[in-house]
């Protein structure tokens, strides 16, 4: 039988625990403090060769609690989301925050920061699913990757499907609640010839089920994709442009954010500490969040520590415009929070789209990207090395699939040299971006 969360009910018990464990903290002394609480409850189903491994059924809670006693702070969290948990929290983080060193920066963020709307954001769409239900969709998906002429076998599906609803509170009078749901399907298939064998897989993901693509789909492109990379052989070395796929692109851009959170500022741990103003992409690009888009899979009414969210502008016209910040870091800074506790939310870009054939025909000898792998990225120094594979391309064509080459330059130089951006916008993450047409990039296989 389906099983949905009794949303508005786990809410309320929620609101109403997080309301009581700020008076028990007020009480007994602390200065300020902050909680949030959350609850969620999902399926996981895993198919292999048309047999279910796996049909999970999870219900999963967790508290945040911080406490300040003057500029002392002290942090407890728990998996369990119940009021005497909460309580025992607050009491653990005071027992903590006696013996912690002053902080000038910490603190709640500013009330008059704080967000006074709740819009519905659409990002709450239950979906009623049983676990038979289930079962179909993702034996479907794998059927379609199975379908595909010269698959050898299936590394299975997976479909899941979660919804929850999270709390925020602290002793400013501040209570806001943020209900959300997550559907994904997701297919994994193995192509083989007489040279071996390579895998691929692809997915499909939204806060609404009925925008997931069809089962048969995701399949079909996992088995095509896989197929495509029979016969790879190594990359030669040299300098050349390279086309980042809009899931690589992707990648690049979360380095971005990361070398510009306020954290890695104050900290001097960012190869772009003292980049402000300056230019880092080429002037037909900017970047920002639009963290209010109704639909969109991370929009949210206010940051994690209720500061309203608005649209920010990280880059403007190639130039680096704004850190990313909390109201600790901004602080540490000497700043105002940008409302990211937690992270940007949106990320688009605003630049010329090209057709992915036309990024293609500005190739004269390349690769384009497909898969990374590796840790090899200092965003402290910006240097990045990475192992990937993908496609030859040569006279604007793809003529080989390669793999075990690898990718090394400057992210700073990289950004610099982007020359494209595709129309082939993947619109599965909280990051939407095409394809990155990036020049001369050392590859070495």
């Known amino acids: 039988m389906a099983s949905t969360l009794d949303i508005d009910g ?59 006693l003057g500029q002392r702070r002290a942090s407890v969290s728990s998996s369990d989301a119940s009021r005497n948990s909460l309580m025992e929290a607050v ?37 009623a699913l049983a676990p038979d239900e289930g079962v179909e969709l993702a034996r479907r998906c794998e059927q379609g990757g199975l379908a595909v002429a010269g698959i050898d076998s299936s590394d299975g599906a997976s479909l899941t499907t979660s919804e929850g609803v999270s709390v925020y509170g602290n002793s400013h009078g501040f209570m806001g609640a943020t209900r959300v749901s997550h559907h994904a399907l997701s297919c994994m298939m193995i192509a083989r010839d007489d040279a071996g064998m390579q895998r691929d897989h692809d997915y499909t993901v939204s806060c609404d089920p009925s925008r997931l693509r069809a089962p ?89 520590e209720g500061v309203y969210t608005r649209d920010n502008e990280f880059i403007v016209d190639g130039r680096l415009a704004s850190w990313m910040l909390s109201s600790y870091s901004a602080r540490r800074l000497g700043l105002v929070t940008t409302g990211n506790s937690g992270g940007a939310r949106n990320v688009r870009l605003q630049a010329p789209l090209t ?55 400057n992210l700073r130089d990289m950004f610099g040299n982007l020359v494209g951006l595709g129309d082939d916008i993947d619109r599965r993450s909280s990051v939407h971006t095409g394809s990155w047409l990036i020049d001369d990039i050392m590859v070495a296989g």
């Open 10 to 68: 786990q809410q309320a018990a929620l609101e109403t625990a997080v309301t009581q464990a700020l008076e028990h903290a007020r009480r007994a002394g602390a200065d300020a403090c902050e909680i949030g609480a959350s609850v969620q409850q999902g399926m996981e189903i895993n198919v292999r060769k048309g047999s279910v491994e796996t049909l999970e059924m999870a219900r999963d809670q967790g508290i945040g609690v911080t406490l300040y």
């Open 91 to 127: 009491k653990r983080a005071l027992d903590i925050a006696r013996y912690t060193a002053e902080d000038p920066a910490a603190g709640l963020a500013d009330p008059a920061l704080l967000t006074r709307e709740m819009p519905d954001m659409g990002v709450h769409h239950p979906w």
């Open 216 to 304: 048969e789909s995701v399949g079909r492109v996992a088995a095509e994709q896989a197929m495509a990379r029979l016969g790879s052989r190594p990359m030669d070395t040299g300098r050349m442009p390279v086309l980042f796929t809009p899931n690589m692109a992707r990648s690049l851009i979360g380095h971005l954010l990361n070398a510009i959170a306020g954290g890695a500022i104050f900290r001097e741990s960012s190869f772009l500490c003292d980049a402000m103003g300056e230019s880092l992409f080429p002037e037909w690009l900017s970047l920002g969040e639009r963290p209010r888009e109704y639909g969109a899979i991370a929009s949210s009414a206010y940051d994690d």
């Open 355 to 409: 057709s992915h054939e036309a990024l293609l025909g500005n190739i004269e000898r390349g690769v384009m990207v497909t898969e990374l792998m590796g840790q090899g990225v200092n965003t402290v120094t910006g240097d990045y090395s990475r192992g990937a594979a993908g496609f030859l391309i040569e006279k604007g064509r793809i003529v080989a699939p390669v793999e075990e080459f690898t990718i090394a330059g």
